[in-house]
């Protein structure tokens, strides 16, 4: 590493708890960014929004007064509209699909153009640190297959794309708040909702909805934004060890989320929960149909569904 050079230190803000596995990823990445630089960086973690909501801190990562901010991407939409679309509902086969199209031209030209604007970019590949690390569905009824989505009262967010898609799915829509979920389940007024699978449990979905089905509904991984004129004032050896750090993380979260995970459904599954695995092959084709209608009403970025299949092509 470089010698005679004073230590750096960099603030990177989450809105995560320590404890929870997303903060037990920064500290592990904080760890790593220690020893792959021997010391010359050192990544203090602020979490819990102690740093401010999203926007404070998005205008503290342009101005350097932070370096990183883990979230997810879809913040940078505000310098690269197209950025919204990193994480449609089932227009994507599997993981890997969604990989291969986070690679593309297409999508690294997006991430360009925010770089552009605001001075931020995606430290290393944005796909490495898994969010989630994917979803399900937790009803109170059985859901073994897109035929049990006809009809059924779901929980959305107030978000237009995302009731659409499940209206067209089939189900009967209904918005709430995240917090009025539980209740909601339970008083029947709402039979489902969509959740990242780590939270299912925390938020004690299970109690009300024993039916917890996967079906992949989108990818999303953490995003860790990254300030570029920080990142470029850094000497090459120290870059090179921030950037093996993060890819060290991105193992690290991988293997954290998936034991986090099956320890959860372990403990749920005693508790009584029926878990399945739901084909998501009848989901994405019953979509195909709505986002090419989307494109051409022109709602969607010029090129991405050329995108989304000559990235299915490529298996």
Do not use: C
């Amino acid at each position: 590493m470089t010698q005679g050079l004073a230590a750096e230190t960099w603030r990177m803000a989450t809105k995560m708890p320590v404890d929870s596995p997303e903060g037990k990823i920064f500290s592990k990445f904080a760890e790593l960014v220690d020893e792959h630089t021997n010391g010359e960086l050192t990544i203090q973690v602020f979490p819990n929004e102690q740093l401010g909501k999203e926007d404070a801190v998005l205008e503290q990562l342009q101005a350097g007064i932070v370096q990183i901010y883990a979230e997810g991407f879809g913040y940078m939409r505000k310098w690269a509209p197209d950025l919204s679309w990193v994480s449609p509902a089932f227009v994507f086969d599997d993981y890997d699909h969604w990989v291969r199209f986070m690679d593309t031209d297409l999508v690294q030209g997006w991430f360009e153009t925010a770089a552009e604007k605001s001075g931020v970019a995606p430290l290393g590949n944005p796909t490495e640190v898994l969010r989630g690390p994917y979803r399900v569905m937790a009803s109170n009824v059985p859901i073994t297959s897109l035929d049990d989505i006809a009809g059924l009262k779901l929980r959305m967010h107030p978000d237009k794309l995302a009731i659409a898609t499940w209206d067209h799915l089939g189900a009967e829509v209904l918005t709430l708040p995240w917090t009025e979920v539980y209740q909601s389940i339970s008083k029947s007024i709402v039979e489902a909702v969509n959740s990242p699978v780590s939270l299912v449990e925390s938020m004690r979905f299970n109690e009300v909805a024993p039916y917890i089905t996967r079906h992949d509904e989108y990818w999303q991984s953490i995003g860790f934004m990254m300030n570029v004129k920080a990142y470029d004032a850094l000497p090459d050896d120290v870059r090179e060890g921030l950037l093996k750090a993060y890819e060290l993380t991105g193992d690290f979260s991988k293997e954290t989320l998936d034991a986090a995970t099956q320890e959860s459904l372990d403990r749920m599954e005693a508790a009584g929960i029926t878990y399945t695995v739901v084909d998501t092959k009848p989901f994405v084709e019953k979509m195909a149909d709505f986002y090419e209608g989307m494109e051409q009403a022109g709602e969607l970025p010029d090129g991405y569904l050329e995108a989304v299949a000559a990235s299915r092509a490529a298996k």
